[in-house]
Nanobody, 126 residues
């Protein structure tokens, strides 16, 4: 019903910036909330940032607050993650996720979301 495609990952030096994009297609009109997760090798998937589609209210993990900014472009059905002051510990595969009809708001839980992108690799060198 909804397809998500991430892009914008790559190699960047510590202290640098990168902007990730997540383009949604299909039945995007019902999107309620979208989030970014990341997963490093051997670690669990963790919530990074999220945004409510209608109000643009945002949520951030403490580890990225002040450095990352999530935003959306309604016309393009696209969510962005602007990552500044990158650190080596930000290295991970970053995934975009979306949910249409949540019953309970638990935005930091992976099982809250209905749709996932394929992921994009972000590598931060020291």
């Amino acid at each position: 019903q909804v397809q998500l495609v991430e892009s914008g990952g790559g190699l960047v030096q510590a202290g640098g910036s990168l902007r990730l994009s997540c383009a949604a297609s299909g039945r995007t009109f019902s999107t309620y909330y979208m989030g970014w997760f990341r997963q490093a090798p051997g670690k669990e998937r963790e919530f990074v940032a999220g945004i409510m589609w209608s109000t643009e209210s945002t949520d951030y993990a403490g580890s990225v607050k002040g450095r990352f900014t999530i935003s959306r472009d309604n016309a393009k059905s696209t969510v962005y993650l602007q990552m500044n002051s990158l650190k080596p510990e930000d290295t991970a595969v970053y995934y975009c996720a979306a949910v249409s009809r949540p019953k309970v708001l638990n935005v930091s839980r992976a099982d809250f979301y209905d749709y996932w992108g394929q992921g994009t690799q972000v590598t931060v060198s020291s």
